[in-house]
T-cell receptor, first 115, second 117 residues
Framework: DAKTTQPTSMDCAEGRAANLPCNHSTISGNEYVYWYRQIHSQGPQYIIH???NNETNEMASLIITEDRKSSTLILPHATLRDTAVYYCIVRGPINYGGSQGNLIFGKGTKLSVKP | DAGVIQSPRHEVTEMGQEVTLRCKPI?????LFWYRQTMMRGLELLIY????????DSGMPEDRFSAKMPNASFSTLKIQPSEPRDSAVYFCASSFSSLAGRTGELFFGEGSRLTVL
C-alpha cells in the first residue's frame, strides 16, 4: 500500500501558484519524498525529490515539514500544461534490494489548471 | 536522447492469444522496470531488472506473465495466454544508479495500451 495521503483533486487558476499537499506520517528516517506527475496518456514524469531539506528545481519546489510527516509541492506559476495527476511517493534508499527502493504509486491528486 | 522506447503503442488481440510488449531503455541505464496501469488498480510495479538480471518479480500477477532482458538495450513482457482482465497500459521505465548523486529518477516510456477482447 502507498504510504502517502493526497487529496483526490484540486483546481488552480492559470498563472497562480499550485500547492499540492501530501501526508506521510509513517515516513522512516531514511525514506525520501518523491513527486511524479502523469499527463493524460503519457508516462509518469519525475518532478523533484527530497529527504528533509526544502528543494527547488526548474519545475517546482518541495517543502518538507520539520517532522517530515508532510510535504507540499509548489508549482509557482501554473499553466494549462500542468494539468495532470500528481503522485507523492515515499521511498527507501536507492539500493533496489528487495522492495524498499521501489516506487509505489498511490492514487495521486488530479490537478486541473483553469484559464 | 530518444528516451525509453516502447512498442507497440497499441495492441488489440483476442483472448487466448500471445502478446509481446517490447522496451528499449535509455542507453547506459542499468535498471529497468515494468509497470501496469488500470483505472481500478492504478500503477502497479510488475518486475524490475538490474544489469539484465530480474531482481523482484513479486508484482507479476501469475504464470501467464513473463519478462526477459536478454541484453542491456532490450526487454520484453510476454502474456500467454492473454485474458480480457489483462487489458491495461503497460509502462516500461529505466534508471541509472550512480555511486554519487543518486536521484532515483525513473524515466518512463509512453506506454503500450493493450486491449484483450
Amino acid at each position: 500500500d502507498a504510504k502517502t495521503t493526497q487529496p483526490t483533486s484540486m483546481d488552480c487558476a492559470e498563472g497562480r501558484a499550485a500547492n499540492l499537499p501530501c501526508n506521510h506520517s509513517t515516513i522512516s528516517g531514511n525514506e525520501y519524498v518523491y513527486w511524479y506527475r502523469q499527463i493524460h496518456s503519457q508516462g509518469p514524469q519525475y518532478i523533484i525529490h527530497g529527504l528533509k531539506n526544502n528543494e527547488t528545481n526548474e519545475m517546482a519546489s518541495l517543502i518538507i515539514t520539520e517532522d517530515r510527516k508532510s510535504s507540499t509541492l509548489i508549482l509557482p506559476h501554473a499553466t494549462l500544461r500542468d494539468t495532470a495527476v500528481y503522485y507523492c511517493i515515499v521511498r527507501g534508499p536507492i539500493n533496489y534490494g528487495g522492495s524498499q527502493g521501489n516506487l509505489i504509486f498511490g492514487k495521486g491528486t488530479k490537478l486541473s489548471v483553469k484559464p | 536522447d530518444a528516451g525509453v522506447i516502447q512498442s507497440p503503442r497499441h495492441e488489440v488481440t483476442e483472448m487466448g492469444q500471445e502478446v509481446t510488449l517490447r522496451c528499449k531503455p535509455i542507453s547506459g541505464h542499468d535498471y529497468l522496470f515494468w509497470y501496469r496501469q488500470t483505472m481500478m488498480r492504478g500503477l502497479e510495479l510488475l518486475i524490475y531488472f538490474n544489469n539484465n538480471v530480474p531482481i523482484d518479480d513479486s508484482g507479476m500477477p501469475e504464470d501467464r506473465f513473463s519478462a526477459k532482458m536478454p541484453n542491456a538495450s532490450f526487454s520484453t513482457l510476454k502474456i500467454q495466454p492473454s485474458e480480457p482482465r489483462d487489458s491495461a497500459v503497460y509502462f516500461c521505465a529505466s534508471s541509472f544508479s550512480s555511486l554519487a548523486g543518486r536521484t532515483g529518477e525513473l524515466f518512463f516510456g509512453e506506454g503500450s495500451r493493450l486491449t484483450v477482447l
